[in-house]
């Protein structure tokens, strides 16, 4: 069987190997960056932050101290300190009192500023970066099924380029054996008329 090697077949493999990085990529960016750096992922379920982080997006979150933040920054912070519930919005003001920092938040989206000011202990992080839609694959997948299913996935992906890898090397050598053998092909008439000359 003859190998495709026209427009389409450099198209599939051009797509293929632009969607095996992207997931590759995806993979990196949802699960092994936030693992391997210590930073927190939350998934956004309102649309207080669209158009940049509609709701299902994955925030991705890196520790900042108080000082560090500044007007503009988005930030991930405790609803009420001590208690997991959380909610991104950005930092709209910086107030300096007797009792210390505070900040001003407010939702993109949101036409009013929150009305509690935020302390530095509720802060879990400054946004990072964030991914569209990946929340909700964030979501159900949760502890060990989240370690299942990377290994799953990393295996896949590794299976499928191995085997690109190997039909390519194949197909190599189907190519080589197949003009060693019209050569032999080429001898063997020159031999056989050569012998029909001399008969003759």
């Known amino acids: 069987m003859r190998q495709e090697t026209g427009g389409m077949w450099w198209v599939r493999q051009v797509l293929s190997w632009t969607c095996l990085l992207a997931v590759l990529g995806l993979l990196a960016a949802m699960v092994v960056l936030p693992k391997t750096l210590g930073s927190g992922a939350y998934t956004v379920l309102t649309g207080s932050m669209q158009p940049g982080m509609p709701p299902g997006s994955l ?24 208690e997991p519930a959380v909610i991104t919005h950005r930092i709209i003001a ?11 938040t407010q939702g993109d989206a949101s036409p009013v500023p929150d009305a509690e000011q935020v302390r530095p202990e509720q802060i879990r992080g400054v946004v990072w970066y964030s ?10 997948l949760t502890g060990e099924q989240r370690i299942w299913a990377v290994g799953t996935a990393v295996v896949l992906l590794f299976g499928y380029t191995a085997s690109m890898f190997t039909g390519a090397a194949v197909e190599r050598a189907r190519k080589r054996s197949a003009a060693g053998t019209g050569n032999k092909t080429t001898e063997n008439t020159t031999t056989e008329e050569e012998r029909n000359h001399a008969t003759a």
């Open 131 to 140: 991914i569209p839609f990946a929340g909700y694959v964030n979501g159900w």
């Open 59 to 82: 925030v991705v979150t890196r520790n900042a101290d108080a000082g560090e933040l500044r007007i503009g920054d988005a930030i991930t912070y405790q609803i009420r300190s001590g």
């Open 94 to 104: 910086r107030t300096s009192g007797s009792n210390g920092v505070t900040f001003t």
